[in-house]
């Protein structure tokens, strides 16, 4: 695969085309389709994705799931709506390389697409793979101006060009086709960061879908794009203000090296933005470790990476989604409930007059040390107690990073986000399904059982 011969677009095509992926980079897919088609079934029945639901019920003809629900629509419009209902409750994924939320766009279009062809489970969990690679090196070429300067949310910007991928390999695109899908992929990328803690931010994940989606269809029915749609002097890296200017570093181990295996796939255990992860596990070790509650805690000062502070953007939150981008309200519920979970986030325990009192007492600075290691990895918290003593733990990491999460973590993350819309025998028969996902002939075999 030379780039002097191909280009690095034809090589991009040819490895989403043809690539041929590992057994262990499978199993790391399969825990991501676990874990988001659990995240879905949770977020199905909130706001966004309901009225997502609705429109594409109403607009859509078609037999594609809608998970969670028992409606169907055309393929365009399931993606669009199990995006949506996937990262409604920013309980998903994240990869700190794409510094996306992978699986809640590469998910939906890939069941969409399979549920057309009636793809098998092995088809799915490549396709999800290919996306998740293209991804990644995306993210090394793009970021960090492209998120952290420029304010684009790389769950839409990226991920819908890794949506297009995993839809062309689902459909069985040839590497000629999949050039024209990524380039009308690459006009079809959006997402602002303005619109975090909004139900626009939902939204980007079902827009990253269908719109990925979409562009596979296309090219498979001979739609043509400019071959320089990403890389070209006006195209989608200049467009979307890449760190580099080149695709050279993108392909240059296509195939060779796998980031899914290396870098791996960041699984939630907290329903909030993942920065505010490796702070809730230190205060959380804290509290646990040294018996305080949370009448005894003068204040909270929390120290993070420089990227923190422009993601956690509502201080003071009024609704559950500015909740999940509020370090002061999740300190605060830290400390006052037993647990943070998905009601955490609910009006009344926002309105908690012990969290209300709390959060205005947590102070969130940026520490340019932490820059040094991966982005939202790093934090440290000092919890002040009002006998005068001073605790501090830090974070490196947190709960669900890869390598740290446990097949009896995933399992009960996916019943309590699966319960909220199916009754638990069909939680049991869908968890078993995406157990054997591989052994799986027709996508149809696994949406069955995501439909309530």
């Known amino acids: 695969m030379s780039l002097q011969v191909k280009g690095a ?13 590992t057994a262990g980079a499978r199993e790391r897919a399969a825990t991501a389709f676990k874990d988001t088609c659990g995240v879905m ?29 028992a409606l169907k629509t055309s393929p365009g419009l399931a993606a669009f709506a199990n995006g949506v209902a996937a990262h409604a409750l920013d309980y998903d994924d994240m990869c700190f390389v794409s510094l996306a939320h992978p699986s809640c766009a590469l998910v939906p279009a890939i069941l969409a697409a399979g549920e057309i062809v009636h793809s098998n489970g092995t088809t799915l969990l490549d396709a999800y793979i290919v996306g998740f690679e293209l991804e990644c090196r995306l993210g090394n070429v793009m970021n960090p101006r492209h998120y952290h300067e420029r304010g684009w949310h790389c769950t839409s910007s990226i991920g819908t060009v890794g949506a297009a991928a995993a839809a062309a390999r689902v459909l069985g695109l040839d590497a000629h086709a999949v050039q024209h899908a990524l380039g009308i992929a690459a006009s079809s990328a959006c997402g602002l960061k303005e619109n975090l803690g909004t139900m626009v931010k939902p939204l980007h994940a079902g827009i990253a879908a269908r719109n990925g989606l979409m562009a596979a269809q296309l090219a498979q029915r001979g739609f043509t794009s400019s071959p320089q749609a990403l890389d070209g002097p006006q195209g989608y890296l200049v467009a979307m203000d890449s760190e580099h200017a080149t695709l050279d570093i993108a392909v240059a181990d296509l195939g060779v090296r796998w980031e899914i295996l290396e870098t791996g796939v960041t699984v939630k255990l907290y329903p909030s933005c993942a920065a505010t992860h490796p ?52 300190a605060a519920a830290a400390m006052v409930y037993p647990r943070v979970g998905i009601d955490t986030f609910d009006i009344e325990h926002i309105e908690n007059p012990d969290v209300q009192s709390l959060m205005p007492r947590v102070t969130l600075r940026a520490n340019e040390a932490f820059d040094q290691a991966a982005p939202l990895s790093q934090a440290r918290v000092t919890v002040r107690l009002r006998d005068g003593r001073a605790l501090s733990q830090s974070a490196d990491g947190a709960r669900g990073y890869p390598g740290r999460l446990t097949d009896e973590e995933l399992a009960t993350k996916f019943a309590g986000c699966a319960t909220r819309t199916l009754s638990q025998s069909t939680t049991a028969l869908a968890w078993a399904a995406l157990g054997d996902l591989d052994k799986i002939a027709d996508a149809r075999e696994l949406t069955l059982v995501l439909c309530s």
């Open 9 to 21: 677009i034809a090589a991009i095509a040819d490895f989403v085309a043809n690539g041929i992926v």
């Open 279 to 330: 702070p809730l596990d230190a205060l959380i070790d804290l509290k646990r470790r040294e018996r305080f509650i949370a009448d005894q805690v003068q204040s909270i000062e929390v120290e993070v990476d420089s990227m923190t502070p422009r993601l956690l953007i509502h201080p003071d939150p009024t609704t559950g989604l500015e909740a999940k981008f509020s370090m002061p309200f999740c």
């Open 41 to 69: 079934l949770a977020g199905a029945v909130e706001p966004p994705a309901q009225m997502a639901q609705s429109m594409a019920a109403d607009e859509g003809r078609g037999d594609c799931c809608i998970v969670g629900t």
